[in-house]
């Protein structure tokens, strides 16, 4: 094969190997996850199975993460004016980190009729590694105060998680393990549950930093494809001045 059309092998296949890093790891995954509650309640044991789906988004130098109940659970004998239910919840933490975070939201904006499967609005928090790499967030502990008593859900079904993250710590820390420095707060982000995916659309999963890496590292592949490509011009190139 002349060396001419051997570079041009090489570079395209410098190319064709950076696009594949690129298109070869996604930065987040996220899933509907069924989780089964054990629900205690005031007036004894109850159980519900809700589709649950976790998103997060970048936000400074934390993630914005919201966890949303496609369906109700629970239920109380009597029913619960508007603002009388105020629900929160924990997220376990696991890959990269450890422990967990917690979630909170806005109490009911409506009346809730009695007997009648409670639906959790949008809980949020905001959630800050304390090392790089990939972080999964599952559903654990949620808890509904009202009327002055106290529900506490637990998962019996040890659901998956519902959502991988590729977090980027402040300061670059690398590594596993170590808790998290997480923190809950009021307020609901308001997310469509369309079931795809996640529940709904995929919002901005994954950190714009994993991108930005896997882009790099393409760009190296293809550097160095090309760098081969010319050492072996300029090779075949003196190689036929000596002859």
């Known amino acids: 094969m002349p060396y001419q059309k051997r570079t041009a092998a090489l570079a395209s296949a410098a190319a064709l190997a950076g696009s594949a890093v690129l298109l070869a790891a996604p930065a987040a995954r996220a899933d509907v996850v069924d989780v089964n509650y054990r629900c205690q309640t005031p007036i004894g044991v109850k159980s519900a199975v809700s589709p649950i789906d976790i998103k997060g988004v970048r936000s400074g130098s934390g993630y914005r993460i919201t966890m949303s109940w496609q369906k109700g659970v629970s239920s109380s004998p009597v029913e619960l004016g508007k603002g009388a239910m105020n629900p929160s919840a924990t997220i376990a933490l696991g890959g990269a980190?450890?422990?967990?975070?917690?979630?909170?939201?806005?109490?009911?904006?409506?009346?809730?009729?009695?007997?009648?499967?409670?639906?959790?609005?949008?809980?949020?928090g905001t959630y800050t590694p304390r090392?790089?790499?990939?972080?999964?967030?599952t559903a654990a502990v949620l808890t509904i105060k009202a009327l002055g008593t106290t529900t506490t859900c637990t998962p019996t079904n040890s659901p998956g998680?519902?959502?991988?993250?590729?977090?980027?710590?402040?300061?670059?820390?690398?590594?596993?393990?170590?808790?998290?420095?997480s923190s809950g707060s009021s307020g609901s982000s308001g997310s469509s549950q369309s079931g795809t995916g996640s529940g709904g659309q995929l919002p901005q999963t994954g950190?714009?930093?994993?991108?930005?890496?896997?882009?790099?590292?393409?760009?190296?592949?293809?550097?160095?494809?090309?760098?081969?490509?010319?050492w072996l011009t300029r090779r075949n190139q003196a190689a036929r001045v000596r002859r």
């Open 207 to 230: 950190p714009e930093d994993a991108a930005i890496a896997l882009g790099t590292l393409g760009g190296t592949v293809l550097l160095a494809g090309a760098a081969g490509a010319l």
């Open 97 to 124: 980190d450890s422990g967990t975070m917690t979630v909170t939201g806005p109490a009911n904006q409506t009346a809730i009729p009695a007997n009648t499967p409670i639906k959790i609005s949008d809980l949020s």
């Open 131 to 137: 090392k790089t790499g990939r972080v999964t967030f």
């Open 161 to 181: 998680p519902s959502l991988t993250l590729g977090v980027t710590a402040a300061g670059g820390g690398a590594g596993s393990g170590g808790s998290s420095g």
